[in-house]
């Protein structure tokens, strides 16, 4: 009687069947699929590198106007008379083409001095124009009155625009007032001015 043959020897028969060969491809085939299923569905595609970041540039500012830096000038033009020492630190030229001055006034002597304002000043340029101090508080700024040994810095502004031509100006003090006061002759006078463009 035939025995039957070891599990181990059928399945290896089994196995090497030609059909068999072509279920396990298609079976390989499947799950090569399911993988790449699963792998899209848990969100493992590949990342697409970042772009680079970019920027788009404002507007560019303006240049200054040419004159930009010629609205202001500085220096120290002076004159003394007497005991007085008045010295012109700043001109500016306002938007509307007034003048403002910045002037310090030094008093040298033992004695209390008053350098007014207001009737007492005047400025002339080189083309003759005249100009007035304003008396607004707001643009000008005169304290006038100097202690012993003392000074203080005030603010000019006059309501007369500058002529366009105009490049120098002279300022006149009419008289310096106080107990033993003296006055040059003409007043205490700077000229030589230069005014911003």
Sequence with gaps: MQQP??????????????GWAGIGGIVGVIGLAVAIAVSVSDGDQPETPPRPATSTPGPATPPPPANHAKRSITGSWSATGGDITVTVKEVEKTPVRALRLHVR?????????????FGNFTAVDDQGQV???SNDPAFTQWPGNLAPHGSFTGVIETWDRAQPKATTLKVVF????????????????????????
């Design 5 to 18: 043959e070891p599990p181990r020897r059928w399945l290896g028969k089994f196995l090497s069947h030609p």
């Design 105 to 117: 006034a030094v008093n040298h002597s033992s004695s209390g001095r008053v350098l007014q304002l």
């Design 174 to 197: 009419a008289k310096v007032q106080g107990v033993g006061a003296t006055t040059p002759p003409g007043g205490l006078t700077i000229t030589g001015i230069p005014l911003p463009a």
């Design 131 to 133: 100009y007035t101090p």
